[in-house]
């Protein structure tokens, strides 16, 4: 294993509301890649970040991060959290409610690191003007941008995101992706996401892996783990399409349909042709609905 990967395997026990499961899970991720865990609640996907993070216990585990090894079950190594270096955004932020935005990023410093990086990341988050308010006086976007830009300050070998983004709106929600999209690519970061927007996966991600009860069901792009596979009979419905807007690498398309507006994810080679007024059918595959000309 050179320097310029993560190892990752595990087993573990989880205790599910369908009952006991067994997570047993084994990847690689090349070093400043962004992949994405995607996969019903219960599949397994915060447990291993927490794995990542340390906090955890496993049945047993292999963690190898460019070439330094943070668990070895084997060779009975287990690095304590304080030992590896990640930064870890929660659901919440977990902000120190005393602290204000810069004392946040100054804190997470590790110890004798040149703090040139906090005003740095002030500019980038476009904090500068928030550095002095506490976390009350902040809103929840704004608490979300001093959230990752305090896991980032360090310079983590391993950004972890538990769907940092799921508590806010959708306006707000693609702004944050962009700033979260230019860190990871300034910082030459390898981040791992939790997500179950595919809007948000097409735009951020290299890789996904689709987990299942405790097992990975595919790993690959975005493109070929959603939108390949065999069409479903089980549902076809015809519309209108009444907007066409590009998100990132992908395109989002708005379908009038059924009384209803459904929006689906669709490739430039997918979208090549189309034209707002145009009749189409929205037929269902394994994860998400596709669009197919009619005449």
């Known amino acids: 294993m050179t320097n310029n990967f993560i190892r990752f395997k595990a087993s573990k026990m989880l205790h599910t509301a369908q009952g006991p499961q067994l997570l047993d899970v084994s990847f690689e991720l090349e070093k400043g890649r962004l992949l994405t865990l995607h996969g019903p609640s219960g599949a397994g996907k915060t447990t291993i970040l927490r794995i990542l993070a340390g906090l955890t216990d496993t049945r047993s585990a292999g963690i190898e991060v460019e ?3 943070w668990e070895d079950s084997n060779r009975k190594i287990n690095l304590p959290t304080r030992r590896r ?11 120190f409610p005393h602290l204000t935005v810069r004392q946040q990023l100054e804190f ?3 110890k004798g690191a040149v703090p040139t990086i906090v005003p740095e990341l002030l500019a980038l988050m476009e904090l500068e003007e928030l550095q002095d308010r506490r976390p009350s006086f902040l809103s929840g ?16 070998k391993l950004l972890l995101l538990d769907e940092p ?23 030459q970061l390898t981040t791992i996401l939790v997500s179950h927007s595919l809007p948000e996966i097409f735009r951020l991600s290299d890789e996904v892996i689709s987990l299942d009860k405790g097992r990975i069901q595919k790993q690959g792009a975005p493109s070929r783990i959603f939108l390949d ?14 907007g066409i807007l590009p998100a990132d690498i992908v395109f989002i398309i708005s379908i009038h349909c059924a009384g209803t507006i ?3 994810i669709a490739t430039s080679e997918e979208t090549a042709g189309l034209h707002i007024g145009q009749k189409v059918m929205v037929a269902s595959k394994a994860f998400n609905p596709v669009i197919l000309p009619i005449g």
């Open 67 to 69: 070439g330094e090894i």
């Open 85 to 95: 270096s990640i930064g870890f955004v929660f659901q919440d932020f977990a902000l």
């Open 108 to 110: 997470a410093l590790p």
């Open 141 to 156: 976007g704004q608490q979300q941008r001093v959230a990752l830009a305090r896991a980032i300050a360090r310079r983590p």
């Open 165 to 187: 983004l799921s508590a806010i709106d959708d306006e707000m929600r693609f702004k944050l992706q962009e700033f979260l999209l230019t860190a990871h690519r300034h910082y």
């Open 229 to 242: 596979g065999e069409i479903s009979s089980k549902f076809r419905v015809t519309g209108e399409i009444i």
């Open 262 to 264: 459904v929006k689906v």
